[in-house]
């Protein structure tokens, strides 16, 4: 076991310097520059620099004059003793941004995580011991249209009744204008009542896919010889579903979940830009639009850490959860 | 082949092979209207003891099966997997049911079982007496609590498939614990472990307490049936079913399992119902055989009648198709030609007719009725109806 992990994270270390690499290829090929921007802007200044000087003395700053390849080993050097640098759209360095942002993404994803869980799971067990039932259809019903639906337009969708028509829910932002002026505890509650909408969203959209992998996943044990032999040893339907049929359901299960639990750090890009809430995916969003290498580089390859992360959580839960696959 | 139109629907002859949309829309809507019913009837709560307590025709049988049916609503159509069977399991006695794939042995012992997959699959009709000594009650309406307090405590079952009968996520001494906590109330932890190693041993698991703490992936074929033969008896049944307990194991492993049965048979004294097309088995074990052919028992006796006088053609047929030590000399072995019916399209027939080598005018008739040569030998065939009215003369 011990040296299945090491082999995985060593394979993961080289995976992570190509996608690093690649991510920096893309990000100075793409056509928004940060510094393009800046020497533009400054050159308009009243007695400025042409922008071409602007441009070269630019480059040079931050370290964009030599070539792609070149760049990315400056970059790598740094990174690998954990200097991320400064972040040239927010002026701080990234660890520094990365910290006051993480911890919004982070409630958001968990709060959303449990309660996809407390619902989809318990609606596809339902589904499936009625297969084929009037529950099992709406049920099946809901999970498509919440597979279906895009984040953004849901999102509107919400916003236009809970905001717009009913007037009960705030439309986007973290805090409230009054923020300042309240107690504690009534700021808590300022921010609880602006994270209602945005975890909405998020658990509606994800509780579709679990829903339908839970059915499935029940569908294929209750259909199995050793189901049929709890049956056959009287056991009543509640044990038979709750304790031999779910012990099962959930080895699928677990992996997927698991393997999700990095992915609470990732940040929900389009949520959060749609709520304007300053997690981690809003700030990735404004730093890439403006073209700042250092703190889309941080976010892009903490994203692949995570993914990674994620599949070799998944294969180590499968070990523990099934015991065909548990090496002595 | 025609397309069905609106007017082909009513007419008597149609392809079964062929539905349209519409008509498995109106199959499956009444359907699920006939299930719907039998869902109703059979969910319902304080059902009075009256309704399924009932009375044995003959106080040495601990079972009669009379006139079982289940059905099968399917999309396209009703497969009558079990229609009209009718046989009796006396006291301590073995009971073999024999037939090719398909002719309904399992489902008729998962009807007494109710393990029948519900809602598509539904008794229909007929009763299933069971002898429990203080009463008698007919399984076949009793209501699902009952029915769990029967299932694996009087009556208990031994599957075909070993390899995946066993939970795979528990261990092996878990899931037999569980039979004998659950059918023996305030029964001991420590009592309950020592009954299921006790147990594991009588079933010839040598290491009993290292299987008792092993998962059933560390068990082979032969091992994991000794554990559902040990669940199966651990709670002293009355009957045991076993579902061709030996048909995925190797042929060394068959003889031990069937020895171990036989062996047991004697020690407890509780009646087994085995079904197999391993006729070779029947012979071996059997006091008495029950032949099936699609969903209806074609012939039933002693094992010596079946045996050594088989009358239905079907049965003859069967006989022919064992192979012999000795006999591959003599060239390929026997196959009965044809196949069998469609399920939903039964004849009005002989279901047999189409593959009988003997069939006669009077074959085109109604079904034949059962006849008894013998007091114990029955027959569903019209080349014995005239020895019946002879003797009835």
Known sequence: MRRYVLKRLAITVALLFVVSLIIYTIMRSIPTSYVENQARMLSQLPGAKSYSEWLAQLNANYGMDKGILLGYMQWFKSAIKGDFGDSWQFNIPVIQKFSQVIWYSFILGAISFILEIIIAIPLGILAARKQYSRTDYSITVIALLGISLPTFFFATILKLIFSVWLGWLPLYGMVGRYYELLSTANQYLDIAIHYILPIMTLTIISIGSLMRYTRTNMLEVLNSDYIRTARAKGLSEKKVINYHAFRNTLIPLVTILGGSLPGLFAGALITETLFQIPGIGYTAYLAMVSGDIPFTMFYMVFMAILTLLGTLIADILYAVVDPRVRVS | ?393
């Open chain 2, 1 to 393: 082949m025609k397309v069905l139109g609106k007017e082909d629907t009513n007419q008597e002859k149609k392809n079964v092979n062929y539905l349209t949309a519409k008509e498995v829309r109106r199959i499956s809507r009444e359907n699920r209207k006939t299930t719907d019913e039998f869902e109703k009837t059979r969910e319902r709560k304080n059902v009075s003891v009256d309704e399924y307590t009932t009375i044995m025709k003959n106080n040495d049988n601990l079972m009669e099966v009379e006139n079982l049916h289940t059905y099968f609503f399917t999309d396209i159509g009703i497969v009558k997997s079990v229609s009209g069977v009718t046989f009796d399991v006396p006291k301590g006695k073995t009971v073999g049911i024999v037939g090719e794939s398909g002719c309904g042995k399992s489902v008729t012992s998962l009807s007494i079982m109710q393990l029948v997959q519900r809602p598509q699959g539904q008794i229909v009709e007929g009763q299933i007496r069971f002898d429990f000594d203080e009463y008698i009650y007919d399984l076949a309406k009793i209501p699902n609590e009952k029915m769990q307090q029967i299932r694996g405590n009087e009556i208990s079952m031994i599957f075909q498939e070993p390899m995946t009968s066993l939970n795979p996520v528990f261990r092996i001494g878990l899931q037999v614990d569980e039979v004998i906590e659950l059918h023996n109330h305030g029964m001991s932890k420590e009592k309950i472990k020592n009954r299921t190693i006790e147990m594991l041993d009588m079933v010839g698991i040598a290491n009993s307490e290292g299987v008792y703490k092993m998962f059933p992936h560390e068990l082979s074929g032969g091992m994991r049936q000794r554990v559902m033969i040990a669940m199966a008896l651990s709670c002293d049944p009355k009957l045991i079913i076993a579902d061709e307990p030996t048909t995925a194991l190797d042929v060394t492993i068959q003889a031990q399992i069937m020895d171990l049965l036989r062996n047991l048979k004697n020690k407890i004294n509780s009646s087994i119902m085995l079904i197999t097309h391993d006729l070779g088995v029947i012979a071996e074990m059997a006091d008495f055989v029950v032949v099936m052919y699609a969903g209806k028992v074609i012939e039933k006796g002693t094992a010596k009648e079946i045996f050594h006088n088989p009358l239905h053609p079907y049965t003859v047929g069967l006989m022919a198709s064992r192979p012999k030590i000795g006999g591959l000399k003599a060239g390929k072995l026997y196959s009965i030609p044809g196949s069998v019916p469609n399920p939903v399209d039964m004849p009005d027939y002989c279901y047999f007719k189409d593959r009988c080598n003997r069939s006669m005018k009077k074959c085109n008739g109604a079904y034949p009725p059962e006849i008894y040569v013998s007091d114990t030998h029955m027959v569903a065939c019209y080349h014995y109806l005239d020895s019946e009215e002879e003797k009835h003369d």
